[in-house]
């Protein structure tokens, strides 16, 4: 992305709590109007980095921008961003109307124009009838919305999420998924939202930073993070990867001819440009990807004989594992129950697995 | 299950619970299991509160002639009182005395409980223990450290005159009203602390930084947040002051002065040199009666102000 795209532009941003490093030489882009989610597990400095957003920690060293403008110098109250806590954090000795009118105080407006933008956003968040409740009346789904309103209100340039679906049950959590969706595209402010829930962040985001001790591994889009990770941890984070080892033979065309250990030769345009033949990679492939069959399929080379080792039956889907010659972890295939399932295959059977073209990535670290 | 189970309980074999009459009494109704909770509690405050208090109401009603009463009831000494103007003049400055040490004391506490509610992250009841060490000793021994302090000779008075910032002794400082309304607020600080650190304690953090974040300032995040939300504590350590202190006879005998006298020295006194039990007994009742209404006044006030700021 291009410097001048950016609106948020964290660079070069490091964090010591004494002398534990919780943000270390993070530097990311976030464009105006894009729902971006910062994913990792807890620890991973996530929540620090939006906490540094909204100015409740400063930086140790490193600069962060937003709308063009420094943060530095700029106490948290005057940041044009709002943020929604993992809490929510209404205030109880006030009403719903107060609690979302709360930071309209600041802006000298007339009580009717208040009102009215008040109920605005009791329309906007479908609770309109809620008005005179106070918090310890109203559930976790209604904090959450009453939070998202009391911030949405005030028309920041930027909304910060820390978390804001984490103490929802399930179903709950997959609604108020697709409205906070929704409702980003209506409003058009740029959201940056922090989640350890992988899925939850490939459903709502534009792009997604993965990140783990404090570092950004990859800031990608969805897909481009699930087919295309950069390295190890992120494929391994973000949904299930089986990993072999293998050496690159050559490179012609855009495709690269990989060795690999228990599957013999693989080609494939998923590498980065950088390598060069004969060097030692990691290659992966994602388990939905590999093809179990009993027989030796045809028409193509991308083929590897095994044997059975377990299986396990999901309902929707079935997960298989299959041993190959010469390497010691079983292979994880995932494959769809298209048709009824005839019980578990036995073990020690011989089964073929295949894979389409440019199934495999080649991950950085060898 | 009925006298046989409790007589074979009696032989040995463990008695399971709820056996027996005042078992099964209990255990049928929640009121009789928490009133037998309270019993001894509610022993205690009969004896010592319920009773004495009737004693008080009946006696306000008689009449004392020398070293004994006439029982028969008139309200002249609820008359007396409203006649004789030293009467009045002494409640009003009582209830005028407490409220200035209460507004001190609150005033001068309520930092410290907000010092260690939120900005004390490790070892937070060694500062508990620390704010409280000066009330392990007697409150006597507090009320003369005091004499010591504003006497005419003592600590202030001396340390000026050598600092050569008077001349002569401060005379105000000791035998004064001031001098009783430095001592409360001294006395019954732990009082105020408390009660306020434990409501300042409880407030969530997050929504302090919610109301930073929605454009506050640190001053009108206070008046708009955490002051709301402490006013439990402010009231109950007002209320904890004010209501002791209104009554106090030590202090104000000790450093008052014929200036700081306060109700409880004349209540004392009718009791003791006066010898008038009735009109002591009277002016307790007047006493307790005003400071009921004023706290609920102040209650009422509170609460619609609360109420008028959100």
């Known amino acids: 992305m291009k410097q001048s795209d950016a609106y948020i532009s964290i660079r070069n941003v490091n964090k010591l709590f004494g002398s534990f490093q919780a943000i270390s030489d993070v530097s990311i882009d976030i464009r105006q109007g894009e729902f971006f989610s910062l994913l990792g597990s807890s620890g991973c400095g996530k929540t620090t980095l939006l906490r540094m957003l909204a100015g409740f920690e400063m930086p140790t060293s490193g600069e962060i921008f937003i709308d063009g403008q420094p943060m530095s110098e700029v106490p948290p109250h005057r940041r044009p961003v709002n943020m929604v806590f993992q809490s929510y954090a209404i205030f109880p000795h006030l009403n719903v109307r107060d609690n979302i009118a709360y930071g309209l105080r600041k802006r000298k407006l007339s009580r009717a124009k208040r009102d009215t933008m008040v109920d605005e956003m009791l329309e906007l968040i479908k609770l309109p009838e809620y008005g005179d409740r106070k918090a310890n009346q109203l559930s976790g789904g209604q904090r959450q919305r009453i939070a998202l309103a009391r911030a949405l209100i005030l028309r920041p340039k930027v909304l910060l999420l820390d978390e804001p679906l984490g103490a929802l049950d399930k179903q709950l959590r997959e609604q108020m998924q697709l409205e906070l969706r929704a409702l980003q595209k209506t409003v058009g402010i740029t959201f940056v939202f922090v989640t350890h829930d992988q899925e939850e962040a490939l459903t709502l985001s534009d792009r997604i930073a993965v990140m783990a001790n404090g570092r950004e591994l990859q800031v990608d889009t969805p897909t481009r993070l699930y087919e295309r990770p950069v390295n190890r941890d992120v494929a391994s984070f973000i949904g299930n990867m089986n990993f072999f080892e293998g050496k690159i033979t050559g490179i012609s065309d855009h495709r690269a001819s990989v060795d690999v250990k228990g599957l013999g030769h693989v080609t494939t345009t998923n590498f980065d440009a950088k390598l060069k033949p004969g060097v030692d990679i990691c290659i992966a492939i994602r388990p939905e990807k590999l093809i179990l069959t009993e027989n030796e399929p045809r028409n193509t080379g991308n083929k590897a004989r095994g044997q059975m080792d377990k299986a396990a039956y999901l309902g929707e889907r079935s997960h298989y594992y299959v041993r190959l010659d010469g390497i010691s972890q079983p292979v994880a295939i995932s494959a769809q129950n298209r048709q009824r399932a005839e019980g578990a295959p036995e073990e020690k059977r011989p089964i073929w697995i295949s894979w389409e073209d440019d199934a495999f990535v080649v991950l950085e670290d060898g | ?310």
Request: glycine share 8%; hydrophobic share 50%; net charge positive.
């Open chain 2, 1 to 310: 299950m009925s006298g046989e189970s409790a007589t074979s309980a009696n032989s040995g074999s463990p008695k399971p619970p709820g056996t027996g009459r005042l078992g099964r009494l209990l255990q049928r109704s929640e009121a009789a299991r928490g009133l037998s909770l309270l019993s001894p509690t509610l022993l205690i405050m009969f004896i010592g509160v319920a009773v004495p208090f009737g004693i008080l109401i009946v006696m306000s009603f008689w009449t004392q002639i020398g070293f004994g009463f006439d029982t028969s009831p008139t309200v002249a000494n609820y008359e007396n009182f409203g006649e004789r103007p030293i009467y009045g003049a002494l409640l009003k400055r009582s209830l005028w005395m407490s409220s200035a040490a209460t507004a001190a004391t609150v005033l001068l506490c309520y930092p410290m409980a907000y010092f260690v509610a939120f900005h004390i992250h490790r070892n937070k009841m060694i500062w508990i223990v620390l704010i409280t060490l000066p009330f392990w000793t007697s409150y006597l021994l507090r009320v003369f450290a005091w004499k010591v302090v504003l006497g005419y000779e003592g600590v202030i008075n001396s340390a000026l005159m050598t600092l050569g910032l008077i001349k002569a002794p401060l005379e105000f400082l000791l035998y004064s009203q001031s001098a009783v309304v430095i001592t409360l607020a001294h006395a019954w600080a732990a009082f105020a602390i408390l009660p306020m650190y434990v409501s300042l304690e409880k407030i969530d953090k997050s929504l302090l930084e919610a109301a930073t974040d929605l454009g506050d300032g640190p001053v009108r995040r206070f008046l708009r947040i955490t002051l709301p939300l402490s006013m439990p504590g402010v009231i109950s350590a007002s209320l904890l002051i004010f209501i002791p202190t209104t009554g106090d006879y030590i202090t104000p005998a000790l450093l008052g002065g014929p200036d700081g006298a306060m109700i409880g020295n004349l209540i004392q006194k009718q009791f003791g040199a006066i010898n008038n039990w009735p009109m002591g007994a009277t002016l307790s009742i007047i006493l307790m009666l005003s400071i009921a209404a004023i706290a609920l006044v102040f209650m009422f006030v509170t609460n619609f102000v609360r109420k008028r700021i959100s």
